[in-house]
């Protein structure tokens, strides 16, 4: 699951680093609030990665995925961005655990 989980959060870094190069042109916003948005959300999917086996790791993922959906208020796209990774969030959570399950059944048949 970590593995997963991980890979989507890496992605998310990067739309929104992208996200935060086109909110730039948007008027009445300043590069300093934009960057200073874009690099906290950036910075918590780095953070993320690390914590996701942690307790609380996967609710402070989702928290993450509601605020990259609530970025579209801003950015239109980012809606439908947003939506993208939720799915993928919800994805790699539940196929990483089947893997994990399968991979536990495995060593247990080999242990056995």
Do not use: N
């Not at 960057?35 to 307790?55: D, Y």
């Not at 790791?57 to 796209?77: D, F, I, M, N, R």
């Not at 980012?78 to 990774?85: H, I």
């Amino acid at each position: 699951m970590r593995t997963l989980c991980a890979s989507t959060l890496i992605g998310e870094f990067f739309v929104i680093g992208f996200a935060g190069l086109v909110a730039m042109k948007q008027p009445g916003l300043t590069a300093g609030t934009v960057w200073a948005v874009s690099g906290i959300a950036m910075a918590l999917c780095v953070l993320l990665c690390g914590m996701i086996e942690r307790r609380g790791g996967l609710v402070a993922g989702w928290v993450l995925q509601a605020g990259l959906v609530a970025s579209g208020l801003v950015l239109p796209t980012m809606f439908f961005l947003g939506a993208v990774f939720a799915a993928l969030w919800w994805a790699s959570i539940h196929y990483g655990r089947k893997i994990d399950e399968a991979k536990a059944a495995r060593a247990a048949a080999t242990a056995a």
